[in-house]
Each structure stands twice: as C-alpha cells, then as structure tokens.
RNA sequence: CGGGGAGUAGCGCAGUUUGGUAGCGCACAGCGUUUGGGACGCUGGGGUCGUAGGUUCAAAUCCUAUCUCCCCGACCA
C-alpha cells in the first residue's frame, strides 16, 4: 500500500476525550473513528489489524475443531422469550420493532440462536460432539462505555459455542478452549492469567476468564507472588486467621456518640477495627420457588476489619440483585443506621446472613440499634444467630493467600475473553435434544467461548508502546513493513530505486505499507513510528550510493544495514523471526479445572 | 442512575467574568525556497460558537430548557 493513497490522517495531538493511551494511540495513528459513545468506525489501518487478530482465532478455533457459521444481529424476541432473558434483562438489550410491529431485538450473544440451530439439525448422538463458532457485531446498550475500544456498545466478539451429549464430554472439550485461548492471546501478545471466575446466573458449573494485566483495567485481581494462586476479586478466598479465643463476656451498652463508623467507633473506644462487627443493610430480589421474586431485607455481619464482596453475598443467598437498604428500611426492621445490630431486630423480617469469622470473634463491638449507643462482648450463638453462615468478605492486599499463606496483592486486570459451561440451560430452553443409543432423548450440553476483538487490540496497544507511538507484535500489525523513501526532486534514483524495492517486497508477499509521500524525514518517522509497524526499512540517497538500506525494528530500536543485492530474502527472513519470537509464547498450559 | 467536567474550523485551544457581530497553533490548498526525526516564507479556503427558546438596539458571551461527549461510581449474561 502506498501512503499517498492511504486513507488517513495522523494527528499530532490526541482528542481531549481520549485520555488512555490505547485511544489515543489508535486515534492519533487514524485507526478507528468515534461515531457516538461506544460506536466506532474501523479505519484501514485499525481494520487490518483487527483482521489479522480475527485470523488467529479462526487459525485456533479451526484447529480444535472449530467450524465458523455467521448468525444474524437481528433476532426474533421469540428466542429470547423462550429462554426468559427477554424478560430478564434490563435496557442493555436494544430492542425493536419490524414493519409489522414484531418484536426484534439486537443481539447481545447468541446463546439462543446457536441452541435454536442445534435444535433445527440436531436429532442423534452421532452428530454429536460439534463446535461452531463465528465473529460477528454485537450490540450491548452498556450503561457507561470507556477507554476507546475497552468497552463499546456495539463490538464484535468471536464467539465459539460447543454442543456434546453429557457433562464429561464437555469436561473433556473444554480445557482444549483453555489452551487455545492462550494460544491466541499469546500470538497477539497479550500475556494473561486465567482465573475462575462467577458464573453469574447462569448455572453454577465452572468458567474461567482471562485477564490481562494493565493498570486501566476494569476488574480487580488478587494474586500471590508464591505460589501462582490468581483469582477474580470477585471470588478471591484468603487463609482467614483464626481469632484468639476468649471468654464470653457479659453484654453491656456504652455511649459512643457520632461514631457512625467503624473507624470513629474503633477511635473512641480505643480498640482494633477487627474487635467489631460491621453490618449491612442491603435489600436482596430472591426467586421464590413459586415463581414470584421477593424483595428481602438482608442483614449483613462482618468484621470490622473486613469488607463484604457482594457478589460473594448475591451468590450465597441466590439473589437477583442487590441494593442498599433505604434508612426507612432499615428502622422498619428494628435497627438504626450508622448503629445497627444483629442483637434485637425483627428477626422474622430480616434474612440474616454473617461471615464466617463472625462466630468464632467472641466479644465484638456491634450497635445497639440506638442513635450514639453500642454494645459490647456481643457473641455469636448466645446473643443471636444467623440464618447463614457463609464466606462472605473480599480478599485484599496483605490477606494471606489460601493456599500457601503468602501475602496477596492485587492488579487491575481487563477482561479479554471467557469460557464457560453453560450446561443445559439453553439446550433444554430451546428443545436441543438428541436421542442416545438408547433411544432415550436428551439436552445437548453446551458451553460457551469470547473474546472481543477490539478489546483485544486496545489492550495489545497498552501493552506494547513508547511515546511515540503503537509497538505492535508482527502477528497483528497492519502492514509488517514500513517502507520509508527519503527521495527528493534532487534524487530521483532514490524513488526509482524504492519504487523498484516495493514491488520486490510485495511479490515476494510481504506485507509493505511505503511511504511515497513528498514529505519530510520527520515526519514519515514519526509516522511511522505512531501507527507501529514492526520494521521499518529507510532507503535514502546516501545508502543507495553504498548499495543499502536501513532497518529499524520499532520495538526495540535496534538498527542495522541491509544490502540491497539480498535485501528481500533478509526482510523475509527477519520477519519470519519475529513471528516466531511471538509465537514461541504460545506454550502448553497446565490446566487447572 | 448518582457525582464531576466539557461542547467555538478536522485536531489542540483562546475569547464568555465586563454583550458590540469570531481568533491562534497544527492540519488542509496554491506558489517559492528547503529536504535523514514533525522545515520556512507568502497567499488562501474552511466555523448556523451543540440545539431550541428568551432578554437586548446588539448574544459565543446573560437567562431557561434540552441534546451530546468524557471521567469517577453503580451496573456489566
């Protein structure tokens, strides 16, 4: 591709908006263009890499059985009503109406439609196991889309949907996704770490994400140095030290005016934050098994010294969702905000959930349910009890590691894809079955597979840059060569010899992208430098007369001279160690089920 | 949805306090000089000042409403 006819323009300083490097990298190298919040246009130059990144992953998915399909972005509501997500999910779901008043909405996965073609083709276990895969448009109406590429409304995500007769045939397929997941975040260069994360609603069977590691990350991962041990916040454990043992005390009121928190009451009373206890007022949404949702008072005890993970909470007490208690709320259940107690509330009212520390912490300092008043030595078991006693607390910095006991810390981490056991869900939703060699019918269990693809790239970028500019691995960068020619109108051998030297590149198949533009030196560096391309070869007056011309790889700087006699077997050769010096990161992976 | 910030030329910004009919740098076009890390000179094109009302002789500027974008939080199948 020639510069002069590329369809671009660099700018030298970032939009305001743009305020992490990725998005003003792509938006300063003219790779995409913002349309609305969230919506964006692909570029030439950001659209060759994103087909290079769509490569891999059909390279991958290909290789482990993989076939692609393209499913539509606009669905019937009817497939989404019969598996009740029409009426689950919220406004993230674009909805919308045909001419003839049909409901329709924008896909936001394709779980349904997936299930609902191996409904249409699927009928024995011959045909099974299968796995299907596409990438293609997805719209997510998300509340606060951030960060460029990081999270959009509408992206496109390679998704990957397994189908298999019985659990231990999807136990089976699943760790295949597993290694073929770092196979492609490593050949786009994106180290990761998987962990196990939520799995939210649906179901409760296993499913991993893979993060990677960057400080503008969304997610918050816990981590020991010692042992490996990674985990989600989410869902981090940590090795909970047992509390000294004491004797109970009797219970006593004391007076602690304006202490509202546990900090200021931990203050005034002279004692350690882990020496009260903490409570909650949270209203919960619980399925009943009628049917019905309730909306539930939910009384929340932990340590002072510990923070609830809510969504520990959500999974334990199987709620929808959560939010805080109004102090309305809270004073109908029998307790006071800023002083509330497990220890004389309307128990009848109130589903009481504590954390597991709590019953073995005797003498804490909990409210007394009385504006400025507290009480002291409140002991589990004697002076109340809890409906459930679970794990409830986030693991943070400095907590000991479950496993080995080292101290953990924690990183932001993005979310580039995730693999999950769906299990029968949809199948049985959507009337997948299959008959056994027994003639007996059954669901089709299925899982499901990631990854967004502009993410990925975004966070390739975070990952690999200067300040000057995008440093993108070779397997992903729009052009692999830049090819700059420093001729002017004094030195027409010079164009014709880059001339000459553009066609060999490409009919020998490489990738060159040439800057035949009647511009300064400058600024073709810097250009080049901006959009990343991983070698740069300069060819100018001066090296033309000793038969050479400049390489420069953009990721470390190193420079040397290439003859010209032999120069194209030299660039191919160049280029073809770094894909290996990129691809030799895609290694085995132990893992970890 | 709560909190904060911002909308003036493609990009970065000034002008708004104190109303007087829009400016700077980059980019873009032409000419000339230049030519190995964002050249220089001259000339030129481009803006309903987010939108809609209102106040006023006069509004980018004051008032009201509204839309959009960004950041933090909540949310995130």
Known sequence: MRMSQLFFQTLREAPADADTVSHQLMLRASMIHQIAAGIWDYLPLGLRVKHKIEDIFREEMDAIGGQEVTLPVVHPAELWQQTGRWYQIGSDMARLKDRAGRDLVLAMTHEEIMAELAAAYVSSYRQLPFMLYQIQTKFRDEPRPRAGLIRTREFTMKDAYTFDRDNAALD??????????????????????????????????????????????????????????????????????????????????????????????????????????????????????????????????????????ETKLTNGIKARRLRPAVVEEIRAIGAEPGYGSPVGIRRDQVLLVVDDLIPSSPNLVAGANKVDTHLRHVNYGRDYTAD??????????????????????????????????????????????????????????????????????????????????????????????????????????????????????????????????????????????????????????????????????????????????????????????????????????????
């Open 172 to 309: 089976a397929y699943y760790p295949k996704f597993y290694q073929a997941y770092f196979n492609i975040f490593n050949r786009c260069g994106v180290d990761t770490v998987a962990v196990k994360s939520d799995s939210g609603n649906i179901g409760d069977s296993t499913a991993h994400e893979f993060l990677a590691i960057t400080p503008i990350g969304e997610d918050t991962l816990v981590i020991c140095d010692n042992c490996g041990y990674s985990a989600n916040r989410q869902v981090a454990s940590f090795a909970k030290s047992a509390p000294v043992a004491a004797a109970q005390q009797p219970t006593e009121e004391v007076a602690t005016p304006g202490a509202e928190t546990i900090a200021a009451l931990a203050e005034f009373l002279g004692i350690a934050e882990s020496e009260t206890a903490k409570a909650i007022f949270l209203m919960a949404d619980i399925d009943q098994p009628d049917g019905t949702v309730k909306s539930q008072f939910v009384f929340v005890v932990v340590r002072g010294d510990m923070e609830l993970n």
């Open 388 to 593: 459930l006693v679970l794990d409830l607390v986030a693991a943070s910095d400095g907590h000991p590691c479950p496993n080995c006991g080292s101290p953990l810390h924690t990183v932001r981490g993005v979310e580039v894809g995730n693999i999950f056991k769906l299990g029968t869900k949809y199948s049985v939703a959507m009337g997948a079955t299959y008959l056994d060699e027994n003639g007996e019918s059954k669901p089709i269990v299925m899982g499901s597979y990631g990854i967004g693809t502009g993410r990925l790239m975004a966070v390739a970028i975070e990952l690999h840059h200067d300040d000057n500019g995008i440093q993108w691995p070779i397997t992903i960068a729009p052009y692999q060569v830049m090819l700059v020619s420093l001729a002017t109108e004094k030195t027409p051998e010079v164009t014709a010899a880059a001339e000459a030297l553009y066609q060999s590149l490409k009919a020998a198949g490489v990738e060159v992208l040439y800057d035949d533009r009647d511009e300064r030196a400058g600024v073709k560096f810097n250009d080049a430098d901006l959009m990343g391309i991983p070698l740069r070869l300069t060819l100018g007056a001066k090296g033309l007369k000793n038969g050479i011309a400049e390489l420069k790889l953009r990721r470390n700087g190193e420079q040397r001279e290439l003859p010209l006699a032999t120069i194209v077997a030299s660039v191919q050769e160049i280029i073809a160690a770094e894909f290996a010096r990129i691809n030799a990161r895609a290694v085995e992976m132990p893992y970890e089920g």
